[in-house]
Each structure stands twice: as structure tokens, then as C-alpha cells.
């Protein structure tokens, strides 16, 4: 089975960027879909972006389009999510996981990663 370990996250000022990395182990990753989703305390976990892996498609939440950007390497078996201008509303726990297709449903993902906190100060 897949796993998917995130990292990058970490503390930044408003305006500030990060890139978040999503790095699936154990074998190659295989699904459709790489989404990412976000969670900060005390709300429900919400979609950020997704990429079909093969095709490169993508998709992003409204709240992010325009400042995130996805991108992936087929040979490290690793996607990232540039996330530029970023914002206190932006502080959350950010998720990586896999989908058979491309999605916003947060049902439609499995092989979720352990998240990465991303922390914007104003």
C-alpha cells in the first residue's frame, strides 16, 4: 500500500510563501488523483487542490486559486503545492491523499498522510 508523507509546512508571515511536498512510499503511486485538504481547528476539513497524476490536470478550491499552484515528479513519486501570498485564513493542517478520480470530496480520498501544519502570522 501507498503511503503518503507530507512536509514543508512551518511558520511564515502573511504574504509569505511555502511549498509543501507529498511524498508516496512503499511503491509507486499508482492512482488517479493527488488532492490536498486543509483543516484548521475547530472546522471541517475542506478541499485545496487536486492534480490527475498521469495528465496533470488540476483543480483548485476558489479560496486558493491564484496563489496555489500544483505540481508534481513522476520520477520522485512526489507532488507539491506552491502556496504564495499566503494568508492567516490559510493557517491550517494540510493533508495529502490519493483518489481514483478527480475530486473535491473529501470520500472520495484514502491513503490520507499525517498532515503538515502551515502556520500564518498577520
Known amino acids: 500500500q501507498v503511503q503518503l508523507v507530507e512536509s514543508g509546512g512551518g511558520l511564515v508571515q502573511a504574504g509569505g510563501s511555502l511549498r509543501l511536498s507529498c511524498a508516496a512510499s512503499?511503491?509507486?503511486?499508482?492512482?488517479?488523483?493527488m488532492g490536498w485538504f486543509r483543516q484548521a481547528p475547530g472546522k471541517e476539513r475542506e478541499f485545496v487542490a487536486a492534480?490527475?497524476?498521469?495528465?496533470?490536470?488540476?483543480y483548485y478550491a476558489g479560496s486558493v486559486q491564484g496563489r496555489f499552484t500544483l505540481s508534481r515528479d513522476n520520477a520522485k513519486n512526489t507532488g507539491y503545492l506552491q502556496m504564495n501570498s499566503l494568508k492567516p485564513d490559510d493557517t491550517a493542517v494540510y493533508y495529502c491523499a490519493a483518489a481514483d478520480r478527480l475530486s473535491v470530496r473529501l470520500y472520495d480520498y484514502y491513503n490520507w498522510g499525517q498532515g503538515t501544519q502551515v502556520t500564518v502570522s498577520s
Open positions: 512503499g511503491r509507486t503511486f499508482n492512482s488517479d488523483t
Open positions: 492534480v490527475r497524476w498521469n495528465g496533470g490536470n488540476t
